[in-house]
């Protein structure tokens, strides 16, 4: 049973990377993980796992580019700098749970307390996401992106400093009790999550007309919490059932994917961008409001009719000039 604040419970079922610097002077050791395989000299950790890294590096990309492609839908620059932190926490992950930086080397608990400080600036990130939708500030404005950005900044720089005081045993924290890292990786992500649900619930209930996106939040939803319950409770037996080919940070891993996935579709699905400005691939949809009357159909065909006498004259007086030019040439090689 995992108890408030003890990481014991939590490290002994799934290698986290903060598992090798709290818990004990060395660590602690999951009781069965995903088997290693060596490539190139190099001992690499979760194999499987790292390929869904790999993967979501390359999906995120591609939400980000499309994201960026809608010049003209709400909060897109608001938007971004999530995936942008997702993709950060991501790599970092990748570095970390692989072994790429290995556990015994000094470095490793510096990137592990700026994976951690990502982690918590994604999901505040995220939580302030939830607000553009209102309004509150318009979207793309400096006091909007500058908010966020500078925020999200100071969310990192807190939680580094808190997970570095952490494992280096200073400032009153210590690495045996971990109490105040636990707190803010378990309760407050988890209560910037559930803030951002309930405003995304309130948003679409109170301003769209379809009802559509609910199913989108309720999916990421299901995805994320299916993720944390594999990874926090059935992690060893799947490790066991799997003989160590994989184990529940595989799964965790492909859930949290397909939960951020879920809020680009979201996302993607309640903003709209104006046809005159789209330069995306995704086609619009044409809404016919009223039927033209007789007299506005005779104004329409004689504009155009107009139109294209006025584009034939030019055509034909193009083709005039360039007729006229050919025969001056001509001429002017006869005469030579």
């Given at each position: 049973?995992v108890?408030?604040?003890?990481?014991?419970?939590?490290?002994?079922?799934?290698?986290?990377?903060?598992?090798?610097?709290?818990?004990?002077?060395?660590?602690?050791?999951?009781?069965?993980?995903?088997r290693?395989?060596?490539?190139a000299?190099?001992?690499?950790?979760?194999?499987?796992?790292?390929?869904?890294?790999?993967?979501?590096l390359?999906?995120?990309?591609?939400?980000?580019?499309?994201?960026?492609?809608?010049?003209?839908?709400?909060?897109r620059?608001?938007?971004?700098?999530f995936?942008?932190?997702?993709?950060?926490?991501?790599?970092l992950?990748?570095?970390?749970?692989?072994?790429?930086?290995?556990?015994?080397?000094?470095?490793?608990?510096?990137?592990?307390?700026?994976?951690?400080?990502?982690?918590?600036?994604?999901?505040?990130?995220l939580?302030?996401?939830?607000?553009?939708?209102?309004?509150?500030?318009?979207d793309g404005?400096?006091?909007?992106?500058?908010?966020?950005?500078?925020?999200?900044?100071?969310?990192?720089?807190?939680?580094?400093?808190?997970?570095?005081?952490?494992?280096?045993?200073?400032?009153?924290?210590?690495?045996l009790?971990?109490?105040?890292?636990?707190?803010v990786?378990f309760?407050?992500?988890?209560v910037?999550?559930?803030?951002?649900?309930?405003l995304?619930?309130?948003?679409?209930?109170?301003?769209?007309?379809?009802?559509?996106?609910?199913?989108d939040?309720?999916?990421?939803?299901?995805?994320y919490?299916?993720?944390?319950?594999?990874?926090?409770?059935?992690?060893?037996?799947?490790?066991?059932?799997a003989?160590?080919y994989?184990?529940?940070?595989?799964?965790?891993?492909?859930c949290?994917?397909?939960?951020?996935?879920m809020?680009?579709k979201?996302?993607?699905?309640?903003?709209?961008?104006d046809?005159?400005?789209?330069?995306?691939?995704?086609?619009?949809?044409?809404?016919v409001?009223?039927?033209?009357?007789?007299?506005?159909?005779a104004y329409?065909?004689n504009?155009?009719?107009?139109?294209?006498?006025?584009?034939?004259?030019?055509?034909?007086?193009?083709?005039?000039?360039?007729?006229?030019?050919?025969?001056?040439?001509?001429?002017?090689?006869?005469?030579?």
């Open positions: 049973m108890q408030f604040g003890d990481f014991n419970r939590i490290c002994e079922t799934v290698a986290l990377t903060i598992c090798p610097l709290v818990g004990s002077p060395d660590g602690i050791e999951p009781d069965c993980y995903s290693n395989v060596e490539v000299g190099t001992l690499l950790f979760q194999p499987a796992t790292l390929i869904i890294h790999v993967i979501a390359v999906m995120t990309s591609i939400m980000i580019y499309h994201i960026k492609s809608k010049y003209t839908a709400v909060g620059k608001e938007m971004v700098m995936f942008y932190l997702y993709m950060m926490v991501t790599f992950e990748l570095l970390l749970v692989s072994g790429i930086i290995p556990t015994a080397s000094t470095v490793y608990p510096y990137f592990t307390a700026a994976h951690v400080g990502l982690i918590t600036a994604t999901f505040w990130c939580l302030l996401n939830g607000f553009v939708g209102f309004q509150l500030a318009e404005t400096p006091l909007s992106l500058w908010s966020i950005r500078i925020s999200s900044f100071v969310v990192f720089t807190a939680i580094f400093f808190l997970a570095i005081a952490t494992f280096k045993n200073m400032a009153g924290f210590n690495p009790k971990p109490v105040a890292l636990w707190i990786l309760v407050f992500n988890g910037a999550l559930a803030f951002y649900v309930v995304q619930v309130i948003l679409v209930l109170n301003t769209l007309d379809d009802r559509w996106p609910l199913g939040i309720m999916f990421g939803v299901a995805f919490v299916t993720g944390q319950v594999i990874l926090y409770v059935f992690s060893v037996r799947i490790c066991d059932a003989k160590h994989i184990d529940g940070l595989f799964f965790g891993t492909i949290s994917l397909l939960a951020v996935m809020v680009y979201y996302w993607d699905s309640i903003t709209k961008e046809l005159e400005f789209s330069v995306g691939s995704k086609q619009n949809v044409w809404e409001k009223e039927l033209l009357g007789e007299d506005e159909l329409n065909a504009n155009q009719s107009g139109f294209l006498g006025v584009w034939w004259i030019l055509t034909l007086g193009l083709i005039s000039h360039q007729l006229e030019k050919m025969m001056v040439m001509v001429i002017f090689h006869d005469d030579e």
